[in-house]
């Protein structure tokens, strides 16, 4: 019984890695845009499928392609950013169906490239860390954790340390005074964009081993974070990160001891009744919410 | 003349907030604008520094036009504005508060002695160097917004109602406070709603009634002006 716990308890927070570098995604584009980006999910989906392109078909070395991937699903952030999202900037509604629209053209988009079927990515690793005969720990989750703690620290340094990190905390809690100090929105929110689809598409490409890609893996993702940024507290990233953590052990644990659609709805239960004891989540300010 | 309003208006939708308002701000001076509640002093000062767009006329900044441009450039050339309300940004901390005011600069060194002396004027500042700014007070906060304002080495000054909600010693150290900012060769655009503060420290005054303008000429005229004196100064 103890093992099994301590093993629930290595998978979720495997699943807690991922799902913090995706939520703090989303939070930091809605922190400085105003902008809930549906689209996340998909983006997530895009870093799986470009290891699919060239790791699985190409076979070129798995940290260049993981590179790659971050950068590239950074550049669709930023032309997402500049196509839709900068010329929306007054209308979130509008943002919000555009970016539903957008995961509709990248969805379309991979299936037509890729197909609709499952997509299978050979292991980059086979090795797996043997704790005992019942606790053991794939190196590709090994992986994945660490990066997230490695992502997470150099966002956190990026955000407290640097100019731009500041002028993007200074966007997200007061754009007009923002402005005033010589910030440019337009810089900001493309920076938010970068650094938030590119998390997204790391996620994607660390996890893509090691789950089923498809076209349509975006959905599950989304919903989850979103449980997550509201648990959190919308504004917070902090709080997106500790949810992440909550979030991801009760539905590990559930889906361990009873079941996957069990887990969905104590997901949603635990959303619910943070939200009825504290209206703003664990973390969020009124003024966010 | 530093800075040039002709004859600028702006709409909010079908809302006329300001008509047909010229002012001249020269170099070195304290211009104010006074006017009651809704009168488009906010506005006025929203256009200079581009966060609220002139439907018609013309603002020069230096001798270059700056109507068309957006609120960074016009910051880049040296304009800074104090908000009305204060809006430093409460979850970073009083010093990243002042870093961002300088956000638009390069010359390292210089921001360094520049924070200095804003935390060698404003002592609080600097015992609070690590607290959030939404936990200081309503005084400290307004500090705070002029302590940043002067971070990024202004060439003019806007102040929108720094006397908003503040007890008298306070707002008598704000007076001291922008007396020093014109004895540096700040030029200061002051608006208030408290006449009696705005002409005492001002050199020239305009009043703005309704969304034009009013009356103007110096201040020391406007104080004894029969008009001004009864309905702004209540005497
Ligand atoms: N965002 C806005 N949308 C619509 N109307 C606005 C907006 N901002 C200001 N106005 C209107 O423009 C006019 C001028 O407002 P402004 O804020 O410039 O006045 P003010 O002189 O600064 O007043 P106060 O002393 O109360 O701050 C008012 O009639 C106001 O209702
Ligand atoms: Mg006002």
């Known amino acids: 019984m103890a093992e099994l716990l301590v093993q629930t308890g290595l998978n979720a927070l495997y699943a807690a890695a991922y799902m913090s570098l995706i939520?703090?995604?989303?939070?930091?584009?809605?922190?400085?845009?105003?902008?809930?980006?549906?689209?996340?999910?998909?983006?997530?989906?895009?870093?799986?499928?470009?290891?699919?392109?060239?790791?699985?078909?190409?076979?070129?070395?798995?940290?260049?392609?993981?590179?790659?991937?971050?950068?590239?699903?950074?550049?669709?952030?930023?032309?997402?950013e500049w196509a839709m999202f900068r010329r929306l900037r007054d209308n979130p509604l509008g943002g919000l169906v555009a970016s539903i629209g957008f995961l509709m053209i990248l969805q379309a988009l991979v299936s037509m490239g890729f197909g609709v079927r499952m997509a299978h990515v050979p292991p980059v690793t086979q090795e797996v860390i043997i704790f005992s005969?019942?606790?053991?720990?794939?190196?590709?989750?090994?992986?994945?954790?660490?990066?997230?703690?490695?992502?997470?620290?150099?966002?956190w340094a990026f955000l407290t340390k640097t100019r731009f990190g500041w002028a993007l905390r200074a966007s997200a809690q007061d754009q007009e005074a923002a402005a005033l100090q010589g910030i440019s929105i337009n810089q900001t929110a493309?920076?938010?964009?970068?650094?938030?689809?590119?998390?997204?598409?790391?996620?994607?490409?660390?996890?893509?081993?090691?789950?089923s890609v498809n076209p349509h893996m975006g959905h599950s993702v989304i919903v989850a974070a979103f449980i997550v940024i509201i648990v959190g507290g919308v504004g917070s990233l902090e709080g997106a990160v500790l949810a992440a953590?909550?979030?991801?052990?009760?539905?590990?644990?559930?889906?361990?001891?009873?079941?996957?659609?069990?887990?969905?709805?104590?997901?949603?239960?635990?959303?619910?009744?943070?939200?009825?004891?504290?209206?703003?989540?664990?973390?969020?300010?009124?003024?966010?919410? | 003349m530093l800075l040039e309003m002709k004859r600028?208006?702006?709409n909010y939708g079908s809302v006329s907030a300001i008509r047909d308002i010229s002012l001249a701000v020269p170099e070195?001076?304290?211009?104010?604008?006074?006017?009651?509640?809704?009168?488009?002093?906010?506005?006025?000062?929203?256009?200079?520094?581009?966060?609220?767009?002139?439907?018609?006329?013309?603002?020069?900044?230096?001798?270059?036009?700056?109507?068309?441009?957006?609120?960074?450039?016009i910051v880049g050339r040296g304009i800074a504005h104090v908000p009305e309300g204060r809006r430093v940004f409460p979850d970073l901390t009083v010093e990243e508060n002042l870093r961002t005011g300088a956000f638009l600069r390069r010359d390292k060194p210089a921001v360094e002695a520049d924070l200095e002396s804003v935390y060698g004027r404003f002592s609080r500042l600097r015992e609070r160097?690590?607290?959030?700014?939404?936990?200081?007070?309503?005084?400290?906060?307004?500090?705070?917004a002029i302590g940043r304002a002067l971070m990024s080495k202004p060439k003019l000054l806007l102040l929108d109602e720094p006397s908003m909600g503040l007890a008298p010693v306070i707002v008598e150290d704000i007076a001291r406070i922008i007396e020093e900012i014109k004895g540096q060769g700040v030029p200061v655009v002051l608006v208030e709603q408290n006449a009696e503060l705005a002409l005492d420290l001002a050199d020239y005054a305009y009043v703005l009634e309704t969304g034009t303008l009013a009356l103007e000429g110096p201040a020391a005229e406007l104080h004894d002006n029969a008009h001004v004196r009864a309905a702004y100064l209540g005497v």
């Open chain 1, 190 to 211: 493309g920076i938010a964009m970068f650094i938030g689809a590119s998390l997204a598409g790391i996620a994607g490409a660390l996890t893509a081993p090691l789950i």
């Open chain 2, 8 to 10: 600028a208006s702006v």
């Open chain 2, 129 to 144: 160097r690590k607290q959030l700014a939404k936990t200081m007070s309503g005084g400290e906060q307004q500090m705070l």
């Open chain 1, 23 to 80: 939520a703090v995604g989303l939070v930091l584009i809605f922190g400085v845009m105003g902008i809930i980006n549906f689209a996340h999910g998909e983006l997530f989906m895009l870093g799986a499928y470009v290891v699919v392109a060239l790791y699985a078909d190409f076979q070129v070395p798995y940290v260049l392609v993981a590179a790659l991937g971050l950068v590239f699903v950074g550049c669709v952030g930023v032309a997402m």
């Open chain 1, 133 to 155: 005969e019942r606790v053991r720990l794939p190196v590709q989750r090994l992986i994945v954790i660490l990066a997230a703690i490695g992502f997470l620290t150099a966002l």
């Open chain 2, 28 to 73: 070195g001076g304290i211009v104010t604008i006074i006017g009651g509640n809704g009168a488009g002093k906010t506005t006025t000062l929203r256009a200079i520094s581009g966060l609220a767009r002139v439907g018609a006329g013309e603002i020069h900044f230096n001798g270059e036009r700056i109507d068309k441009l957006s609120v960074d450039k």
């Open chain 1, 245 to 289: 953590v909550i979030y991801a052990f009760v539905h590990t644990f559930v889906t361990t001891f009873a079941d996957g659609v069990i887990a969905d709805v104590v997901g949603l239960l635990l959303m619910l009744v943070v939200l009825i004891i504290k209206p703003t989540g664990l973390f969020g300010t009124a003024d966010r919410a």
